[in-house]
């Protein structure tokens, strides 16, 4: 961005409706040539003509607009050095230089007897985070401390916080660290007053035990008069808020968090990306749906925070004497009472790869043969892979088709024709039996060795509220930095959504932000249009299932996600010979013809179009199980009504994780995460 100093020479939208027009066309250029939507002040300034000439709303009739082709771009393998912020002197890039000068007042600040300083692990956005070791009677302790590039206060840390002790115990999410665990006395908090949100009170009372019916709600007149009035009343606490704030001492804002020493899940990509030498790499498909559940049930911890909903979140202390809840679904009487957070920045460097967990989950006492450390030189080449491609078994209680979308629905039978799957056979059937397996009884392989031949390997007690096997092949993978993450309500303003629409990384936005279904809706600061649309801005659990499927295509296809967005043609619809859906050049694909058009007409934004690029059956990945690239298929669809809910997903992906692959024993799978995970730079 341009400095303050410069900001007067250019023209910058001054209204609601000027930046909505601006939105539009920065949105309209991300869907046609995959431009970054974060413009500076001179680019603005330089296309004000255009933006302010933009007519709102406009009519939208197909998802498939005119755009660049795609050309898939391999996933990049990041070489730089870690300690690169420790290093003296300045550099070119001014926000090199910022950084590590706020690595010198954090030293400043933390850095005692019991506090070591290790590293700065990196920095991003406006935050900052180190890793620090605490030095106790107990023993020695790694965290990560992260504060904000702009200065001791922060509102954004603030906010952070407040969404990350919502998630306090969550299994598959970071934790924070209460201060008094450290030896300090505890630190006050104060929630932030969102002044875009005009709601008086918490939507909840917390007390998510309640169980029946909701109590009715009376509908609030929404006229603009009772909107202005809400949004005084909001503004007013805002002030007290500042004024109740005034000649207190300034409190350094800053996050102390649990330190997860296994990497990023970006390592693992660019591990298989560096051994592949441009081959795609074959993650085995019981590490692929290990990963799948991890990543479901973080978004189930964001919908059902399992510090208020998990049976057994009253209990002072868990049998292996840990703290962590696992995320569960609850029962259909309390799930009115769900929460509405949205990450709005998944991708793999925020998912963190934990530890193993010893044990064979419930039920299962077997032990764990841990492989053997092996060195860079034996790796060269990449797993034993089978020449030709075995049909895979079905596994235990996989969810057939009809349990998660009806059997008659035009969406299962372009499903069925896309992934070319066969009607599952009922649970009682013989051809399901036949390949079905049951835990404990070995079926999966059995995980014992006397082999004394241990690599370093962080594990822990497995908990007795696990799937059987889960965290035993894989670890745990926990979702990270929250710094973008809201709670988002229902029936607020326009403005509310409006501007969560430019927020999170190029490549992995939703459609709820990118859509062209905003551009049908009046620029009006007060309206309500927003939040009765069912795409454009309708931010929830399904913005969340979109995140972790996009993350799961590059993590299958090593490669960066698509930009611009490629909607698909669904099955059972057929361009004309020599046309193209997402054409550049509609010079060369007329779209005026009569055939052209009645092919677009059947591409409505009402019917399940989807984003997901090459997972069907004619692409490159059939090695991966056909469920699996179905439901990462499904998770991208443009509309979130269309993408399977999180409570079927977590179902599916808890019978996912007990499925059987030929050539995937054990020792395959062990050999495998040995290789791109144990052996591989953190």
Not at 130 to 137: E, F, G, P, T, V
Not at 420 to 438: D, H, L, V
Not at 642 to 648: A, G, L, N, Q, W
Request: charged share 25%; hydrophobic share 30%.
């Amino acid at each position: 961005m341009s400095s303050s100093n410069n900001s007067s020479e250019y023209e910058l939208p001054r209204t609601y409706e000027d930046d909505y027009r601006l939105a539009a066309l920065q949105f309209h250029a991300y869907r046609q040539e995959g431009k970054n939507v974060f413009w500076t002040e001179q680019d603005i300034h330089a296309q004000r003509e255009v933006w302010k000439g933009l007519q709102l709303p406009r009519t939208v009739q197909t998802l498939f607009e005119p755009r660049k082709p795609y050309k898939s771009t391999e996933y990049p393998v990041e070489d730089q050095d870690e300690f690169f912020l420790d290093e003296p002197g300045w550099v070119a890039d001014n926000s090199v230089n910022q950084a590590r000068d706020a690595v010198v007042h954090a030293r400043q600040y933390f850095d005692t007897i019991t506090f070591q300083y290790q590293k700065a692990l990196g920095f991003g956005g406006f935050g900052l985070a180190l890793h620090y070791k605490y030095l106790s009677i107990d023993g020695a302790r790694d965290l990560v401390i992260k504060l904000s590039l702009l200065g001791w206060e922060s509102r954004a840390i603030r906010k952070e916080e407040d969404i990350m002790r919502r998630l306090l115990r969550a299994a598959h999410c970071v934790q924070l660290i209460g201060p008094e665990s450290l030896g300090q006395l505890p630190r006050s908090h104060h929630s932030e007053i969102d002044v875009s949100d005009s709601s008086d009170e918490k939507d909840s009372s917390g007390d998510e035990s309640v169980t029946g019916a909701p109590p009715p709600r009376r509908q609030k007149a929404r006229t603009p008069q009772s909107l202005r009035a809400a949004l005084e009343r909001t503004q007013q606490r805002a002030a007290d808020y500042q004024q109740s704030q005034a000649g207190q001492p300034p409190r350094p804002d800053y996050l102390i968090m649990e330190y997860v020493a296994g990497g990023s899940l970006e390592t693992l990509i660019g591990r298989c990306v560096e051994v592949g030498q441009g081959v795609n790499q074959r993650i085995p498909n019981r590490v692929l749906w290990s990963i799948w559940l991890c990543l479901v049930r973080a978004c189930v911890a964001m919908k059902y925070p399992p510090r208020k909903f998990h049976p057994n979140r009253l209990r002072h202390s868990r049998p292996t004497g840990r703290e962590d809840l696992i995320e569960t679904v609850p029962g259909a009487r309390r799930r009115w009472r769900a929460k509405n957070i949205v990450h709005f920045d998944i991708d793999p460097t925020n998912i963190f790869i934990g530890d193993f967990e010893v044990g064979g989950g419930a039920g299962s006492e077997q032990p764990l043969r841990l492989p053997r450390r092996r060195k860079a030189d034996e790796i060269s080449d990449s797993p034993a892979k089978p020449k030709t491609r075995r049909r895979r078994r079905l596994g235990v209680g996989r969810l057939s088709m009809s349990q998660l979308i009806p059997e008659d629905s035009q969406v299962a039978h372009a499903l069925m024709s896309l992934f070319g799957m066969p009607r599952t056979p009922n649970a009682g059937s013989e051809a399901s039996k036949s390949t079905s397996a049951t835990p404990g009884t070995g079926t999966t392989g059995s995980l014992s060795s006397t082999d004394t031949s241990r690599p370093e390997r962080r594990e822990e007690p497995v908990q007795p509220d696990r799937e059987p096997g889960e965290h035993i092949l894989f670890p745990r993978l926990k979702l990270a930095d929250y710094g973008l993450a809201k709670e988002v309500k229902t029936f607020k303003r326009n403005t509310y959504y409006f501007y969560l629409r430019r927020i999170g990384k190029l490549g992995f936005m939703s459609p709820e932000q990118f859509t062209s279904e905003w551009d049908t809706l009046p620029p009006t600061a007060n309206g309500s249009e927003v939040s009765e649309h069912p795409t454009a801005g309708s931010y929830g659990s399904a913005t969340n299932i979109w995140g972790i499927a996009v993350t799961m295509w590059i993590l299958i296809t090593q490669r960066l996600p698509p930009t611009p967005p490629q909607p698909q043609v669904p099955p059972g619809v057929v361009l004309p010979p020599g046309y193209d859906a997402n054409s550049a050049s509609p010079g060369s694909n007329p779209q005026n013809t009569p055939e052209y058009k009645a092919a677009l007409a059947q591409l409505s934004s009402t019917m399940p179009i989807s984003y997901c690029v090459g997972m069907d059956n004619s692409g490159n990945y059939t090695h991966v199980d056909e469920e699996l690239r179905e439901v990462i298929y499904r998770c991208m669809y443009h509309s979130p009504e269309h993408r399977p809910t999180i409570e079927d997903l977590l179902e599916q992906a808890q019978r996912g994780l007990q499925k059987v692959f030929d050539n995937e024993p054990d020792d395959v799978v062990n050999r495998w995460v040995d290789d791109f995970l144990l052996s591989a730079p953190t």
